[in-house]
């Protein structure tokens, strides 16, 4: 089952910070949470990932709770490009294995 | 040309059929995975091999089987597919220790 929850959709006007919420209340201490997007059905692409502090790439940052229970995903600057679904995952670790647990993700439209 | 290549990209076949998808890969990774996702919903597990040796059952494995030829081929096998296994099936792979996902760009799989 999945160990997330995110809105279904959510709109956003291009040019303008996307701000993407993900519950993940029952998270354990050393269960990262990733973020991945998939545009139409295209193969999922690699956003970023955090487990205690807030992280930041060319794509995007994470802000992380400091209780873990929650974090956001934001998109600085959305584009047109950046209509997608977005997954907030949870990478749970069983013993050498490490396994991304999907929830049902966000659909983000980005509007002109 | 791309890192994680699958094929066929379509297929359409009949109840009790034998289907065998191909997933090849040029990051030289160690680890890959196929997952399918079906409509509205997230990507579920189904194999996954950590090298050539090694082949492990995901939440989903009934009705598949895998085979790790080499490093950089991983199929998947419906033994005699049914019409519940039409979906979307997606080829990934990993380095150690796994922190990001490379997916390909799916096979859409309908089962008549």
């Known amino acids: 089952d999945a160990k997330t929850t995110q809105p279904p959709s959510m709109d956003c006007a291009e040019g303008r910070a996307a701000n993407l919420p993900c519950n993940h209340s029952?998270?354990?201490?050393?269960?990262?949470v990733y973020w991945y997007r998939q545009i139409h059905s295209q193969g999922p692409q690699y956003i970023i990932h955090g487990l205690k502090n807030n992280e930041t790439n060319e794509m995007a940052s994470l802000i992380i709770t400091e209780d873990r229970k929650s974090s956001t995903l934001i998109l600085p600057h959305a584009t047109l490009r950046d209509t997608a679904v977005y997954y907030c995952i949870v990478r749970v670790n069983a013993g050498n294995n490490r396994k991304l647990i999907w929830g049902l993700g966000t659909s983000l439209a980005v509007n002109p | 040309d791309a890192d994680v290549t699958q094929t066929p990209r379509n297929r359409i076949t009949k109840t009790g059929k034998r289907i065998m998808l191909e997933c090849s890969q040029t990051?030289?990774?160690?680890?890959m995975y196929w997952y399918r996702q079906d409509p509205g919903l997230g990507l579920r597990l189904i194999y996954y091999?950590?090298?050539?040796?090694?082949?492990n059952k995901g939440e989903i494995s009934d009705g598949y089987s895998v085979s790790r030829q080499a490093q950089a081929k991983f199929s998947l096998s419906l033994e005699s597919a049914i019409p519940n296994q039409t979906a979307l099936y997606f080829c990934a792979t990993s380095d150690f220790p796994g922190t990001q996902q490379f997916f390909g760009p799916g096979t859409r799989l309908t089962v008549l």
């Open positions: 990051k030289g990774h160690d680890r």
């Open positions: 029952t998270i354990s201490g050393n269960e990262y």
């Open positions: 091999s950590f090298d050539v040796k090694d082949i």
